[in-house]
């Protein structure tokens, strides 16, 4: 057990490192999950970056697994960097920030797709295929969490509604 613990820890820190600065850096971008692993050069598994991009998220205020209030946010950045020798890399950046004023959007996809899958990948045929990859990119828990309410999850949940 000890052992695929720290194999597991070890797999984790070798993706990150490889390229969780990248993948992050791109969903700062916009792009989703699937647009995140074309354009990357090395192999990192639509699952991997998925994970990266939710603990980021999760890190930043972007989603929030519990419903917001007034705190406020530590929002991790990461700014890319070249050094002497012309080596990327990138540096994370902590600032502290107010909760967004445009406010949270509560987000039910996780219950939603365990509860019923066929209900929930028709549902999400609604969307346009970028908003569709964003959603169905994500790993959401089976339970609620709420979503900074930015323009591409408004324009979601107005064509989920609509």
């Known amino acids: 057990m000890g052992n695929e613990h720290f194999n597991n820890a070890l797999s984790g820190f070798i993706q990150d490192f490889a390229g969780g600065g990248a993948v992050r850096h791109m969903a700062d971008m916009g792009l989703t999950v699937r647009e995140i692993h074309d354009r990357l050069d090395y192999p990192l598994s639509e699952s991997a970056i998925a994970d990266i991009v939710w603990k980021h998220f999760t890190g930043n205020g972007v989603i929030r697994l519990t419903e917001p209030d007034s705190s ?19 540096r994370m950046v902590t600032e502290k920030t107010e909760a967004p004023d445009s406010g949270y959007i509560e987000c039910s996809f996780g219950i939603s797709k365990a509860k019923d899958g066929r209900a929930y990948e028709e549902t999400l045929n609604r969307l346009e295929e970028r908003d569709r990859d964003y959603i169905s990119g994500l790993p959401w828990p089976r339970r609620k969490v709420w979503h900074m309410a930015d323009e591409r999850m408004i324009r979601i949940m107005k064509a989920l509604q609509g």
Do not use: L, Q, V
């Open 72 to 90: 406020p946010i530590e929002k991790k950045s990461y700014i890319k960097e070249t050094d002497a020798y012309g080596r990327m890399s990138f």
